[in-house]
């Protein structure tokens, strides 16, 4: 088993040792692509029940008053044309006011940074925003009381710390119970949870935190299978945790944690899938990209039904990628920076037609 991995300033990560993944050249992929909807199509993945099908809720009415499918939605994946200010991965990125509040990550180096930008996704102009308090990657971002908080990360070590902006520069507001890097965390009603991780001691981080405020933080459940680098996204009143890496294996188990705190695993993912993120498009669930193993990305897309438990392919990103922040609004997602395997500047827009 490949042992947790940490970086400090100036300490080679062991993403940027990956060889075997043949890269696409940045500049062919500024146009559309679509990606096909497997669902639509009737295929499925072997040992899965069903495909999804159509969003919940969409219908169409026939010419005799009966009640069909509606016409299938296509999902169209953009290498967007314009580039971050800088390559950038394992960063925070929340949607504020309309635009994208991009907070730390991993840089060129190897090395945590403190920078913090925001970003236009229609016409990817940026405007510097302070600095952080506290330099951190592995980090996540949640929106909460009308601030952004940026949760724990890490730096030369793992950090606590939780560091909040609403206008001017940003500040350390509170801390988590234990150090916490390569961590998800999501906003579930009126509560931001922070699911998995790790504290420099164990495997991984098996206590899921919520708070109302970011300053005071409580232990609610436990995960069944405790893991870091898992991709979380919110439906349906639940927050669906994918995979994840425990003692340098990635996982394939899917982890459901409901507003109570209770958690168990309910469904397998294809392939062991670790640094994946995750977004809720149309009221379905897309996996995108990640890690099979320590030492190969993926360019891989799935769809994920919370109904049945299953999984259908839904064609493939630009190239492969891992590690990149994500934020979704209605049928809109973006991926932006991650490793491929180098750290990259670019962002890719998955959108419903």
Do not use: K
């Amino acid at each position: 088993m490949t042992p947790p991995r940490r970086w400090r300033a100036g300490r080679r990560a062991a993403a940027a040792a990956v060889v075997a993944v043949l890269l696409a050249p940045a500049g062919c992929s500024g146009h559309d692509s679509p990606a096909p909807d497997a669902s639509a199509a009737g295929r499925r993945t072997p040992g899965t029940p069903r495909s999804p099908g159509a969003a919940p809720g969409a219908a169409s009415a026939s010419p005799t008053g009966h009640t069909g499918p509606a016409a299938p939605r296509r999902l169209v994946v953009t290498t967007q044309p314009w580039r971050l200010p800088f390559p950038v991965a394992r960063e925070a990125v929340v949607a504020q006011h309309g635009a994208l509040v991009v907070v730390g990550g991993l840089v060129a180096g190897d090395a945590s940074t403190d920078r913090s930008f925001t970003l236009d996704p229609a016409t990817g102009r940026t405007h510097p925003a302070p600095p952080l308090a506290v330099p951190v990657h592995d980090t996540a971002g949640v929106p909460l009381g009308g601030r952004v908080l940026v949760l724990g990360g890490g730096n030369a070590t793992e950090q606590d710390v939780v560091q909040a902006r609403a206008a001017g520069p940003w500040s350390s507001v509170g801390h988590l119970p234990q150090p916490r890097s390569d961590l998800s965390a999501v906003v579930l009603g009126r509560r931001a949870l922070v699911l998995g991780g790790y504290d420099a001691t164990s495997v991984a981080v098996p206590s899921v935190l919520a708070s109302t405020d970011g300053v005071r933080w409580r232990s609610v459940g436990t995960l069944p299978v405790p893991v870091r680098y898992g991709a979380g996204a919110v439906l349906g009143h639940a927050v669906w945790l994918f995979g994840g890496e425990r003692g340098g294996v990635q996982q394939r188990t899917v982890q459901r944690v409901d507003a109570s705190g209770r958690a168990r695993v309910v469904a397998r993912l294809p392939r062991p899938l670790g640094h994946a993120s995750a977004l809720v498009l149309g009221g379905r669930i897309l996996l995108a990209g990640g890690r099979t193993s320590a030492t190969s990305l993926t360019d891989r897309l799935w769809w994920f039904d919370p109904a049945s438990r299953s999984f259908a392919p839904a064609g493939r990103l630009p190239r492969p990628l891992a590690d990149a922040a994500v934020v979704s609004d209605g049928d809109t997602g973006y991926l932006v920076g991650g490793e491929s395997p180098a750290v990259t500047d670019r962002v890719v827009r998955l959108r419903l037609r």
